[in-house]
């Protein structure tokens, strides 16, 4: 069974997404990232592969075809060397007065590596990525898909961003998948969420990574 975590911007605690929500306002599975009309900009560097189908022979999806989700490497920076900074970013979503977002991330099951992702929301059409606004930092789970959840900054329309972070050399293979915008039924309590110490991973380059492509 997923679990549920809430996410945070460093120590600080934000509003987080209520377990009663209202009515489902955008909704994204994955089956095909190709024609989803998310926008990839890899800006890495150097910049290497985009986000890519999701590869079964690593993990499967959380729901739907095995394949039915987001993929990510440390193959974002060109030859698995440099800084990571590779977006994928939605469709204009018409939110209403108030939203929440939901969506599953995980990473691959590999010792001394580190998948990290930023969250963001982007009020408006744009896709200039310095005018999103950080919602929150994570990273992914080797045991499984996690459920992660948070409201959404208030806007007519806007859209959601994903961006793996970070230093290709501890990074390794991760996927976004079930993603849920929804309108807020009630006003949920904040609470805060000590981040994982990213920098104890240390060196990790010469250990297997298994997140290439198929």
Not at 10 to 34: K, P, T
Not at 104 to 112: I, K, L, P, S, T
Not at 183 to 192: C, D
Request: hydrophobic share 45%; net charge negative; charged share 15%.
């Amino acid at each position: 069974m997923s679990i549920k975590r809430r996410l945070c911007t460093g120590l600080a605690a934000i509003a987080l997404a209520a377990s009663a929500q209202g009515g489902v306002l955008y909704s994204e599975g994955f089956e095909d990232l190709a024609s989803s009309g998310w926008t990839l900009t890899n800006l890495s560097s150097p910049a290497g592969e985009s986000w890519f189908q999701g590869t079964p022979d690593i993990f499967q999806a959380h729901a739907g075809p095995t394949n039915s989700y987001a993929g990510v490497n440390f193959l974002s920076a060109k030859d698995g060397s440099g800084t990571l900074s590779n977006w994928l970013i939605s469709p204009v979503i018409s939110l209403g007065s108030s939203a929440s977002l939901s969506f599953f991330a995980r990473g691959e099951a590999a010792d001394g590596f580190v998948d990290t992702f930023n969250v963001y929301f982007g009020d408006g059409a744009g896709l200039d990525t310095s005018a999103f606004q950080l919602l929150g930092t994570l990273t992914a789970s080797q045991k499984g898909w996690e459920e992660f959840l948070v409201n959404l900054p208030s806007a007519l329309t806007g859209r959601i961003a994903f961006e793996y972070a970070g230093d290709a050399a501890i990074a390794d293979y991760a996927g976004i998948d079930t993603v849920t915008v929804s309108s807020r039924g009630t006003v949920p309590e904040p609470m805060s969420l000590a981040l994982s110490g990213v920098a104890l991973l240390g060196a990790a380059a010469a250990r297997r990574r298994s997140g290439r492509q198929a």
